[in-house]
């Protein structure tokens, strides 16, 4: 069984990138830049944007964090947007979802200049992505796709279930591995809350990508032996144990699957890492302006 490590591989495609910085921007040439806007105080969003801009500073980007509170109008949230759209010194920039209820998620995605759009969110990206054109692909499911590019996972007419259908993940990655493409030419299956006989769809899986946020929720019995398994949930549940009193589990039960597998992504150190791998490299690409 081999484990798909993402710190690992994220360590390589990072210095790639930092090497690729440093190689360009000599001492007159600013330094790619990413900014991130954060609406409210989810804790979850709070840890993942700290991680974001962590990883802007460690591969020598220039990274803005705007910050504002839980109670920032839509209105307020589309001036910052526009704002952003024109600063010739931003090549990128992302807005760290869920938004507040009030707020409306696809307004905003509308309101990002594409060019900028690093998240991929954006209807141009995302139709240009499922029509096989350059576009700034959604960052998980990206992230997903480097990892099996590297580990070399073979994809090509394989089963490929994805459980779960969010326009960030379930639906890109989707796409993504159905088109003819290496990795992707697989044959693949949406499985979701309403889906009937998941479980024998399942076990019928060459490649499992589980993206449903329930956690612990693939079962041994619902994997195939050699399957490969992508495991994008990140649950947080309790465990008295733990100084934090809490421990990050995945959507599939590692331990118990583990050994019936060919590969698989833990939690955490899998696709968490890949993701903002993926980020920063839409982020390059928005600054070099080599779009693919
Ligand atoms: N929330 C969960 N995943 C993501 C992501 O990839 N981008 C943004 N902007 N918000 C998220």
Redesign the pocket.
């Given at each position: 069984m081999l484990i798909l490590d993402g710190n690992k591989l994220s360590t390589i495609i990072r210095k790639e990138i930092s090497d690729k910085v440093r190689t360009f921007c000599k001492t007159d040439i600013r330094p790619p830049h990413l900014a991130a806007v954060l609406i409210g105080e989810n804790p979850a969003?709070q840890a993942?944007v700290r991680n974001k801009i962590k990883a802007c500073e460690e591969v020598g980007f220039a990274s803005t964090l705007i910050k504002k509170p839980e109670s920032t109008t839509e209105e307020e949230v589309i001036k910052i947007i526009n704002k952003l759209n024109l600063d010739k010194e931003i090549d990128g920039f992302?807005?760290?979802?869920?938004l507040p209820r009030h707020i409306d998620e696809m307004k905003v995605n509308l309101a990002i200049n594409p060019e900028k759009d690093v998240?991929g969110f954006h209807p141009n990206n995302f139709g240009r992505m499922a029509l096989g054109i350059p576009a700034f692909h959604?960052?998980?499911p990206s992230g997903i796709m480097m990892l099996l590019d590297r580990y070399k996972i073979n994809t090509d007419g394989k089963n490929c279930v994805v459980l779960g259908r969010s326009n960030?993940v379930g639906t890109p990655i989707s796409i993504l591995m159905s088109k003819k493409t290496t990795p992707g030419n697989a044959t693949v299956t949406i499985a979701h809350s309403r889906t009937s006989n998941l479980k024998e769809i399942c076990a019928n899986a060459d490649i499992i990508i589980a993206a449903l946020g329930i956690p612990n929720f693939v079962k041994s019995d619902m994997v195939k032996n050699n399957a490969v398994i992508i495991d994008v949930g990140i649950n947080k549940i309790d465990d008295h144990d733990s100084s934090k009193k809490y421990r990050l589990v995945g959507d599939v039960d590692f331990e118990n699957v583990k050994h019936k597998v060919s590969a698989i992504t833990p939690v955490p150190g899998g696709v968490g890492p890949m993701?903002i791998t993926a980020l920063l490299d839409n982020t390059w690409k928005a600054y070099s302006k080599t779009i693919k």
């Open positions: 969003s993942y992302i807005v760290q979802l869920p998240d959604p960052a998980t960030i993701t």
